[in-house]
T-cell receptor, first 118, second 116 residues
Framework: AQKITQTQPGMFVQEKEAVTLDCTYD???????LFWYKQPSSGEMIFLIY??????QNATEGRYSLNFQKARKSANLVISASQLGDSAMYFC???????????????FGTGTQLKVEL | EAQVTQNPRYLITVTGKKLTVTCSQN?????MSWYRQDPGLGLRQIYY???????DKGDVPEGYKVSRKEKRNFPLILESPSPNQTSLYFC???????????????FGPGTRLTVL
């Protein structure tokens, strides 16, 4: 079965510093996708970044980058130059194509609460 | 504007009183899904639909029903709600092409349900 592990329930970072949020995953399949979502206190789920299992380069989206280490089954999110507005819950999720037969089910981790301080 | 909408956003109800949470998307997506979010558990899939008239159970389907009569709508029905269904519910939609851009799931704003 698929599993996503986020071992950091909460993290603090100072404004303008970089922060890494950890995510490890477990799957026996070769084709899968990894996602990060942000959930601010208002509750909505905001898509941040995607990494496919066959992508050779780490994904980047503005200040977000995904440090993908396939052999270690990790997909850490790096936020550069943190801003106060980055304070939120962050979820790592995985989509397993082979398991869902082309469907799009996401398996989520339990999240990391990030607090950006002045 | 491309979006997924849910209604209501907040709902307080009593045990056993049937309710429906609506979900609609304007992106012509084939795939739609319902998740519930509970503290310490992340999001768990309740039901999903690959296309019109095609629905299937997710990981936690007990106590829920869905229907997909139109491509844009995917309502979640609680026939006899119980307190353990108090949760934050999200509807999501995506394409199913195998392309990461079209297959990213986009979420609605969430519905916070309290069952007394």
């Amino acid at each position: 079965a698929q599993k996503i592990t986020q071992t950091q329930p909460g993290m603090f970072v100072q404004e303008k510093e970089a922060v890494t949020l950890d995510c490890t995953y477990d799957t026996s399949d070769q084709s899968y996708g990894l996602f990060w979502y942000k959930q601010p206190s208002s509750g909505e789920m905001i898509f941040l970044i995607y990494q496919g299992s066959y992508d050779e380069q780490n994904a980047t989206e503005g200040r977000y980058s995904l440090n993908f280490q396939k052999a270690r089954k990790s997909a850490n999110l790096v936020i550069s130059a943190s801003q106060l507005g980055d304070s939120a819950m962050y979820f790592c999720a995985m989509r397993d194509w082979e398991l869902t037969g082309g469907g799009n089910k996401l398996t989520f981790g339990t999240g990391t609460q990030l607090k950006v301080e002045l | 504007e491309a979006q997924v909408t849910q209604n209501p956003r907040y709902l307080i109800t009593v045990t056993g009183k049937k309710l429906t949470v609506t979900c609609s998307q304007n992106m012509n997506h084939e795939y739609m899904s319902w998740y519930r979010q509970d503290p310490g558990l992340g999001l768990r899939q309740i039901y999903y639909s690959m296309n019109v008239e095609v629905t299937d159970k997710g990981d936690v389907p007990e106590g829920y029903k869905v229907s997909r009569k139109e491509k844009r709508n995917f309502p979640l029905i609680l026939e006899s709600p119980s307190p353990n269904q108090t949760s934050l519910y999200f509807c999501a939609s995506s394409g199913t092409s195998g392309d990461s851009d079209t297959d990213t799931q986009y979420f609605g704003p969430g519905t916070r349900l309290t069952v007394l």
